[in-house]
Nanobody, 133 residues
Framework: QVQLVESGGGLVQAGDSLRLSCAAS???????????FAWFRQAPGKEREFVAA????????YYADSAKGRFSISRENTKLTHHLQMNNLKPEDTAVYFC???????????????????????WGQGTKVTVSS
């Protein structure tokens, strides 16, 4: 059973940066040639929303409009750990951030599927990010 553990959340001021990390416990995850890592977030009283996604092969990335130009998703070569670099944070970025993994190709068109939380097989417990104004 794959477990994902997020780290790096905290309390920062608007304009600051944070780097979130997501570590996978199962080394077999790294044996898959195709898959996706993603970050979602959920603010109090709101639904979980897509933030960013990264294909394991080819480096294809997708970002929510709110994240474009400020956030960057990347992974380490082992495919066991990936990161979300968040710059110029805003109070509206305040949320619990969840990492997710899907160790297989998307069946639907990836340009649509990556945004759907139901497409991911494994989830972390979440790390809280609070941005003060």
């Amino acid at each position: 059973q794959v477990q994902l553990v997020e780290s790096g959340g905290g309390l920062v001021q608007a304009g600051d940066s944070l780097r979130l990390s997501c570590a996978a416990s199962e080394r077999t995850l790294g044996t898959y040639d195709h898959g996706w890592f993603a970050w979602f977030r959920q603010a109090p009283g709101k639904e979980r929303e897509f933030v960013a996604a990264l294909a394991w092969s080819g480096g294809i990335t997708y970002y929510a409009d709110s994240a474009k130009g400020r956030f960057s998703i990347s992974r380490e070569n082992t495919k066991l750990t990936h990161h979300l670099q968040m710059n110029n944070l805003k109070p509206e970025d305040t949320a619990v951030y969840f990492c997710a993994a899907r160790p297989r190709r998307m069946i639907r068109a990836q340009g649509l599927a990556v945004y759907d939380s139901h497409e991911y097989d494994y989830w972390g417990q979440g790390t809280k990010v609070t941005v003060s104004s």
